[in-house]
């Protein structure tokens, strides 16, 4: 059986108990939103306690307050009531052992998958590339704890946020499970913009 297939069977069984869950309204139930990374050992659903209608939860690389994680928590406040945003970074996260140039030459010299060897990312093919990746901030992470405080406070000091929406910044443990709160992204999210 395919992936396709399989992952067709597993929304068959899924579509069959559907039940109550087409009457989910599209505003989330909680009013909150979780920005994180979409790194596969994260389930948010798991990892916050929730179920399917209670808060937003938008992913991308490293979990950053990027200009498009923005425009749709922004869109999660305005147009569906969102009152309070989550930003979890993660420990071991793949945006710490990548900077924008390395990034930059992989996908230079290849667009085939590269593997991480000896501590650094290396192409396992060398023809295809494109120099077009020297036009984009990967959004890197050399510091877990100071990238999430900087995403809160880049939230905070947004103009179309609004001081009322509660910001928050943890750090997911994906060797524990646990929820990191950190002091100093707290202390941002209250700050004044």
């Given at each position: 059986?395919?992936?396709?297939?399989?992952?067709?069977?597993?929304?068959?069984?899924?579509?069959?108990?559907?039940?109550?869950?087409?009457?989910?309204?599209?505003?989330?139930?909680?009013?909150?939103?979780?920005?994180?990374?979409?790194?596969?050992?994260?389930?948010?659903?798991?990892?916050?306690?929730?179920?399917?209608?209670?808060?937003?939860?938008?992913?991308?690389?490293?979990?950053?307050?990027?200009?498009?994680?923005?425009?749709?928590?922004?869109?999660?406040?305005?147009?569906?009531?969102?009152?309070?945003?989550?930003?979890?970074?993660?420990?071991?996260?793949?945006?710490?052992?990548?900077?924008?140039?390395?990034?930059?030459?992989?996908?230079?010299?290849?667009?085939?998958?590269?593997?991480?060897?000896?501590?650094?990312?290396?192409?396992?093919?060398?023809?295809?590339g494109s120099p077009e990746g020297h036009y984009i901030d990967w959004l890197p992470i050399k510091d877990q704890v100071q990238s999430i405080v900087d995403d809160v406070r880049r939230l905070r000091a947004h103009p179309l946020v609004p001081r009322d929406v509660r910001l928050h910044g943890f750090l997911f443990d994906v060797k524990t499970g646990d929820l990191?709160?950190?002091?100093?992204?707290?202390?941002?999210?209250?700050?004044?913009?």
């Amino acid at each position: 059986m395919s992936l396709r297939d399989e992952i067709l069977s597993a929304n068959a069984c899924y579509a069959a108990d559907f039940g109550d869950k087409s009457k989910l309204s599209s505003p989330p139930a909680r009013h909150f939103a979780i920005l994180t990374c979409m790194d596969a050992r994260m389930d948010p659903a798991k990892f916050a306690g929730l179920s399917e209608g209670d808060a937003h939860v938008i992913r991308n690389a490293g979990g950053r307050a990027s200009d498009d994680a923005i425009r749709s928590l922004i869109l999660s406040h305005k147009l569906l009531g969102t009152t309070e945003w989550f930003v979890i970074h993660h420990t071991d996260c793949g945006m710490e052992s990548i900077t924008n140039d390395a990034m930059a030459e992989l996908l230079e010299e290849s667009l085939a998958p590269a593997r991480y060897v000896d501590g650094g990312w290396k192409n396992t093919q060398s023809e295809g590339g494109s120099p077009e990746g020297h036009y984009i901030d990967w959004l890197p992470i050399k510091d877990q704890v100071q990238s999430i405080v900087d995403d809160v406070r880049r939230l905070r000091a947004h103009p179309l946020v609004p001081r009322d929406v509660r910001l928050h910044g943890f750090l997911f443990d994906v060797k524990t499970g646990d929820l990191i709160e950190i002091p100093e992204a707290r202390a941002a999210g209250r700050q004044a913009a």
